[in-house]
């Protein structure tokens, strides 16, 4: 039977309901259309701008502070914190983690966390769920666009950088959180190809645009190259549990618009 995402009401929370995705995350908002056909190998990576600009550090490591902060008491924050905690949402985590007592994160398409807030925002929020459950694990990130002094900012917050672009194809091997808001289709595409194929997607819990309105939109438009560029997201929807996040304020929308969380049934 097919799953349809839930959307779990705590407090006034509600949810804008028209789906618009930033096509470049951090630009004007519009239809996304998936257009970049991603490498098919994993490459060795190293930051194109590898001088680290220590007064650039310490200020973007202010600048996240803040963004901590504010983010911290937000109506935004504080109804996330509810969704995790709520029942029915934390026994699909639990369920994931079974015996063990962390679950590791990946991220993926951070953005520039020097250039743009979204990409801030973002960040601060992962930093919020591991200083509150005690249970999310070490985190690695890798964007392509990461300069070394963002690099630099992320390993000064516990955060290790990948130095090979796995093109989203990490293999869950264990529990593992993919926090991947608001990325390329053909990424999402990658992580359930090469879980799928592992037999490992019990082990992954993804954060990421909703399925759902993916699923929606390549209805609506057939001849979309959604279609194409989703195919896995789109064969795997009626095996996935998906509990979109709630919007409760305009400063939040921009970055975590038509997110969800994933969990997936083992299929064949």
């Not at 220590?54 to 996330?80: A, G």
């Not at 590791?104 to 925002?121: F, M, N």
Request: net charge negative; hydrophobic share 40%.
């Amino acid at each position: 039977m097919a799953a349809s995402a839930k959307t779990l009401t705590v407090g006034n929370c509600s949810l804008n309901g028209e789906w618009t995705v930033v096509g470049r995350r951090h630009g004007k908002q519009r239809r996304y259309v998936p257009r970049i056909k991603l490498p098919e190998v994993r490459e060795a990576w190293t930051p194109a701008d590898a001088n680290i600009d220590s007064e650039r550090v310490s200020k973007l490591l202010q600048l996240l502070d803040i963004c901590m902060k504010r983010m911290e008491t937000s109506q935004f924050y504080q109804c996330f914190v509810e969704q995790i905690e709520n029942s029915e949402t934390f026994s699909c985590f639990r369920q994931v983690l079974g015996s063990e007592s962390e679950m590791q994160v990946v991220v993926y398409g951070i953005g520039s966390i020097d250039s743009y807030e979204t990409p801030r925002l973002q960040l601060s929020l992962l930093l919020l769920m591991k200083r509150k459950f005690s249970w999310i694990g070490g985190i690695e990130v890798f964007d392509p666009i990461l300069s070394a002094t963002e690099s630099q900012v992320l390993q000064d917050l516990g955060c290790s950088v990948l130095s090979v672009n796995e093109q989203g194809r990490r293999c869950a091997l264990k529990p593992t959180l993919f926090y991947m808001p608001h990325c390329e289709a053909e990424l999402y595409d990658n992580l359930l190809h090469a879980n799928q194929e592992a037999a490992t997607l019990k082990n992954v819990v993804l954060f990421g645009n909703s399925f759902e309105t993916y699923e929606e939109y390549a209805s609506a438009i057939r001849n979309s190259s959604i279609v194409h560029s989703a195919g896995r997201i789109l064969a795997l929807k009626k095996f996935t549990s998906e509990y979109k996040i709630q919007i409760v304020s305009d400063d939040s929308f921009k970055a975590f618009h038509d997110s969800s969380w994933h969990f997936f049934h083992q299929c064949a």
